[in-house]
Every structure is written in structure tokens, then in C-alpha cells.
């Protein structure tokens, strides 16, 4: 699997997952099969799209590979950083940052 379908399949399991709640609560209400009964559907939803979108591998840092990659490779350093705050009393009331 190349990583856009992979991408696609993350980006798409939160709405596949919320559509199946919908249909198993629809059920619930307007047929005969309880919650109770059909939750396992969920499960089998879940396991489907795990399997298909299959998980990133994590290597032995416990990082993904882009996360893991992108720290071995030397970054420039960006020089002092502005505060991403005023310390109170140390800008003129009104004025714009």
C-alpha cells in the first residue's frame, strides 16, 4: 500500500466509525437487533480498517520513522526565539504586538 491510500484510510476511519455507531443505534431503535446485541459489529469495523490502513511501524525508539528520521538530521540552529508572551507590566497598555 502506497502512503496516500494509507493516508486516506487514517483520514477516513473517524467518519467510517461514526457512520457504524449511527447504523448500529439506527438498528437499536427501528429493528429488532439491540446494541447490545450488534456491538461487536464495531469491533469487526475497527479490526477491518487497522488491517487495511495498516499502523505505521515504530522503530526500536519508540518513534515513527518520520519522527525518527527527521530528529537524526541536523537542524540549523534558528537563534533566540521571541517570547511567546509579555511578562505583565512590560508593555504599554493598548499597544499592539
Known amino acids: 500500500m502506497n502512503d496516500q491510500s494509507a493516508y486516506l484510510v487514517r483520514a477516513v476511519r473517524g467518519p467510517i466509525v461514526?457512520?457504524?455507531?449511527?447504523?448500529?443505534f439506527a438498528f437499536d431503535r427501528f429493528t429488532d437487533f439491540h446494541f447490545s446485541q450488534s456491538w461487536p459489529i464495531l469491533l469487526i469495523v475497527l479490526g477491518l480498517l487497522r488491517l487495511v490502513g495498516g499502523g505505521e511501524r515504530r522503530d526500536w525508539t519508540g518513534k515513527y520513522p518520520s519522527q525518527a528520521s527527521a530528529q537524526a538530521s541536523p537542524q540549523p540552529d534558528p537563534g533566540p526565539q521571541p517570547p511567546l508572551w509579555d511578562e505583565p507590566g512590560t508593555r504599554e497598555p493598548g499597544a499592539r504586538p
Do not use: E, S
Not at 461514526?18 to 448500529?24: F, N, P
Open 18 to 24: 461514526m457512520i457504524t455507531l449511527g447504523v448500529l
